[in-house]
């Protein structure tokens, strides 16, 4: 397991949350308020916040803008990635990935075992970079949320984390 050092800065990153759901509305999307909490409680900025339906275009456009952007850096979806008809977010995704880290979902998948047993395998979380963004996509619920930010994004998205960290793949954080 990674640890965090005191010889490297840590560096606020600009994140994106999106939520996917045909149900849940601004007032009550209690998983992108986790996920905003926590990635504000790490120091982390929020750089936008939109929630969708489940709708391959309108997800596709949110995100293909956000990685556009030279201010967004991480964008975390929560949503969408279940295996029931409407369940669309890594489809939609995918195709504007430059590279997958399964890694993630793998690991995601592992320690979501430890909660909630065998109905782990129906989460279809990913990770990727898309144009030197960082997107990850997560289940829709807070507590699939907590797990994630915990467990693998606060330590992956934290520059002190040793002996790897995500942020050392963004461009501003890339070697000349």
């Not at 600009?14 to 308020?33: P, Q």
């Not at 669309?88 to 430059?98: C, G």
């Amino acid at each position: 397991m990674g640890h965090v050092t005191d010889d490297t800065p840590f560096a606020p990153l600009h994140v994106a949350v999106l939520t996917v759901s045909d149900r849940r509305t601004r007032a009550n999307d209690t998983s992108g308020d986790t996920l905003q909490e926590r990635l504000e409680a790490a120091g982390h900025v929020l750089a936008d916040r939109e929630l969708v339906p489940d709708d391959v275009y309108r997800l596709r456009a949110v995100v293909s803008a956000w990685i556009a952007r030279p201010d967004v850096e991480v964008v975390l979806l929560t949503g969408g990635t279940g295996i029931t008809g409407r369940d669309r977010t890594p489809e939609a995704i995918r195709p504007l990935l430059d590279l997958e880290i399964p890694g993630f979902g793998e690991l995601f998948r592992s320690y979501s075992e430890t909660e909630i047993g065998t109905a782990t395998l129906q989460s279809r979380s990913f990770a990727g970079l898309a144009n030197g963004t960082l997107v990850f996509g997560l289940p829709g619920s807070p507590g699939a949320c907590r797990t994630a930010w915990d467990r693998i994004l606060g330590p992956q998205l934290d520059a002190r984390t040793k002996p790897c960290n995500f942020v050392a793949l963004l461009p501003r954080f890339l070697e000349s």
